[in-house]
């Protein structure tokens, strides 16, 4: 079994899945010779050859756009996106025709690819590296949306991701994707996608996150129990499908919710779990469902990032606030 | 002079002054007063300064990630010293040496690469919009804006810089498209530096030149070597007095290198040899106008350390005020995302300055 950390994790995914299944290409901007700006397919040229990982042009909707084709076409493209940020280009190929291709050709045609993007603030970068956008795909049907935050899942979502039968949007925190190791079994694995995870279980509270915010939430979980309360904390891990019977239950049982999140608030993902809450566990809720996210702004460059991302204090302040409610 | 004439594919690039400094099209040579020329000079060295201590400033963790320009001094001021302060720029991210012909204050510069966006609230009459990450998009911003001077009958040129790379973009496509179909005043300078940031020119497109881009759209297609600030300057000047006149789009290709790092995250080494650098380093684009400068007994060294010291000065003092400014508050993030702060934004303000100062 390897240590790994995320990035390496998810070298470690693809390597596997290419050397299983001959279908699978990777490619994207500076992907090939230089192993991707973040190193993330670091070798695999090397190993596989420049026909099946090669760098891409210059351009996000000929990066989507092409894969969509391959895909139809019987290959299993892995595409990245360089930045989140970057995918505008590329959006109108995702939501136009990758989301599309199985409804419009009632079948016949289906796109099986991943589009990879790290995502996500608290790196201190310029303008357009710091987003969080999943649910500009979430509210896309036909997309499915999976961020990972620990190595281990990393490489179990991408293996689920790669061989599901509709495109995924496979978001990346770089936030943490050297933040630390864990352990990393070589064999094959996947998680399901569409399953939450039970982080920790507890009584007094259902606490939702994912990616980077895991592990702020965690240390803000550590400070608020040491006052006497019994938190649960879910890692949604997709964030399209949610996995509502998870979160459902656990609110269920706790009767009080809060969810973290770096998208901005207005519109953003706390939105949909709490409709979700009110909908399915209204009757067991002692408290009002809360949002701790980011104010609508535009993440602001890195002297004010700081007023952007909610950190462990906010966090802890709001767990407080609907514990004691 | 060059635009009729010229055969985009030839890749018979226009030279006016050698590696060595020596003119060797002298017919072509642009009309400058040695003052000028001196200016220009001054203008690039200014540049390299200021990405020199920034660098350092890096390196010394002081300033975060930054994009800087060396060895592309020439093709940024040549074809930035061939427009008006009243004409507009749309600019990428490395184009200092555009910023500095423009008047921006090194000031402004510095915080905005400090990592603060109030750097880019430039004085007006600089007409250079902000700093566009998202590779090829300000081209299309360039076209509208020459559209709105030619719907005026006002007599600006817009000025369009993108990079090698960006020419894979939809987006830079889509803008010559526009600017020739609407015959809008615009120059399109692609800094063809030879890479987007690890990927190859060659890799990025098949074509011989960038410049034979320009026949799809039916405009001129020009390559220059972009390390000649005289032709840099006589092309970009040839093209933007055409345009002024109503003659319409071109395309112009400054063949350069970009000697550092795509940006301070970047590592060249993983991707090119050292041995290709020290290639391009001969053809250095300050040196080059130095050499001549001599051998015109326009220039000495005594000049040239005074320049030195001088433009670094600046830039320390400068620097100085940019880390002693003060920290970006609350307000500062909200101010700006619409004319008024909506009601949300408001509650939102209002929450987190409570928690902040709690916090304290």
Known sequence: MAVLNLIEAITHALDYEMGKDESVVVYGEDVGFEGGVFRATKGLQQKYGEKRVFDSILAESSIVGSGIGMAINGLRPVVEIQFSGFMFPGYNQIVTHAARMRNRSRGLYTVPMVIRMPYGGGVRALEHHSESLEVLFAHIPGLKVVIPSTPYDAKGLLLAAIRDPDPVIFLEPKRIYRAFKQEVPEEDYTIPIGKAKVVKSGSDLTVVTWGAMVRDTQKAIEIVEKEGFNIELIDLRTISPIDQETVVESVKKTGRFVVVHEAVSSYGPGAELISIINEKAFLHLEAPPTRVAPPDIIVPLPKGEHHYLPDVNHIAVALRQVLKF | ?360
Not at chain 2, 152 to 178: I, K, M, W
Not at chain 2, 217 to 243: L, S
């Open chain 2, 1 to 360: 002079m060059f635009l009729k004439p010229y055969v985009p594919q030839s890749e018979e690039m226009v030279q006016i002054m050698d590696p060595n400094g020596n003119i060797v099209k002298p017919e072509w040579m642009p009309n400058l007063s040695n003052e000028e020329i001196i200016e220009m000079y001054e203008t690039m060295v200014f540049s390299r300064i200021i990405d020199e201590k920034i660098l350092q400033y890096q390196r010394q963790g002081r300033i975060l990630t930054y994009a800087p320009n060396l060895g592309q001094e020439a093709a940024q001021v040549g074809s930035g010293f061939a427009i008006k302060q009243t004409d507009w720029v749309a600019s990428a991210f490395r184009e200092l040496g555009v910023w500095l012909r423009k008047k921006a204050p090194l000031y402004n510069i510095l915080l905005y690469w400090y990592g603060n966006e109030e750097g880019m609230h430039m004085p007006e009459e600089v007409r250079i919009l902000p700093v566009s990450v998202p590779i090829a998009s300000q081209l299309q911003h360039a076209t509208g804006l020459a559209y709105a001077s030619k719907y005026r009958n006002e007599p600006d040129v817009t000025l369009g810089y993108v990079g090698d790379g960006g020419t894979s973009q939809g987006d830079f496509h889509e803008a010559l498209n526009f600017a020739s179909v609407n015959q809008t005043p615009n120059v399109f300078i692609v800094q063809n530096n030879q890479f987007a940031i690890s990927t190859r020119r060659a890799v990025q497109t098949k074509v011989k030149t960038i410049a034979e881009k320009a026949l799809a759209y039916g405009m001129p297609g020009i390559q220059v070597d972009g390390n000649d600030i005289f032709a840099m300057y006589a092309v970009t000047k040839e093209a933007v007095d055409q345009a002024r006149n109503g003659g319409g789009p071109t395309l112009i290709e400054a063949y350069t290198y970009r000697l550092g790092a795509h940006t301070t995250a970047d590592d060249p080494t993983v991707y090119r040899d050292q041995e290709e650098v020290e290639e391009w380093l001969k053809k250095d684009p300050i040196d080059r106008l130095k050499k001549y400068m001599l051998k015109a007994g326009i220039w000495d060294e005594e000049k040239e350390e005074a320049l030195r010291k001088e433009k670094s000065e600046i830039v320390k003092s400068e620097f100085t005020k940019v880390e002693n400014s003060e920290p970006v508050a609350l307000e500062a993030v909200f101010d700006y995302i619409y004319a008024d702060k909506t009601s949300i934004q408001k509650e939102q303000y209002y929450k987190l300055k409570a928690l902040q100062e709690e916090v304290e």
